[in-house]
């Protein structure tokens, strides 16, 4: 079993950054794909960004490459999320999630409890 724990959310301006974490507690073996998904109001979830162990690959939707970057430190159980340059459109619940095969293309069997982010303009 897996939780997983996100913080760093809050209110920034356009322009602003945050910084999103997400602490895995459990069985890492069940992370070797990680991704941060969101969700604004009346809209569907869509994912953000995704890694997979060893940080080697990592994928990225559209609307926020070249602003965003994810990372992870395995010897801390830790996912990350630098945003940078944001956008009121960036305004969503941010969830954490991760599986053991695939986590980009697929849905991910564990996710987190969500942190909210709002980017004012």
């Known amino acids: 079993q897996v939780n997983l724990v996100e913080s760093g959310g809050g209110s920034v301006q356009a322009g602003g950054s945050l910084r999103l974490s997400c602490v895995v507690y459990g069985h890492t073996y069940h992370t070797y794909c990680m991704a941060w998904f969101r969700q604004a109001p009346g809209k569907e979830r869509e994912g953000v960004a995704a890694?997979?162990?060893?940080?080697?690959?990592?994928y990225y939707a559209d609307s926020v490459k070249g602003r965003f970057t994810i990372s992870r430190d395995n010897a801390k159980n830790t996912l990350y999320l630098q945003m940078n340059s944001l956008k009121p459109e960036d305004t969503a619940m941010y969830y954490c999630?991760?599986?053991?095969?695939?986590?980009?293309?697929?849905?991910?069997?564990?996710w987190g409890q969500g942190t909210q982010v709002t980017v004012s303009s």
């Open positions: 890694i997979l162990t060893g940080g080697g690959s990592t």
């Open positions: 999630a991760a599986d053991p095969v695939g986590c980009w293309h697929e849905t991910p069997s564990y």
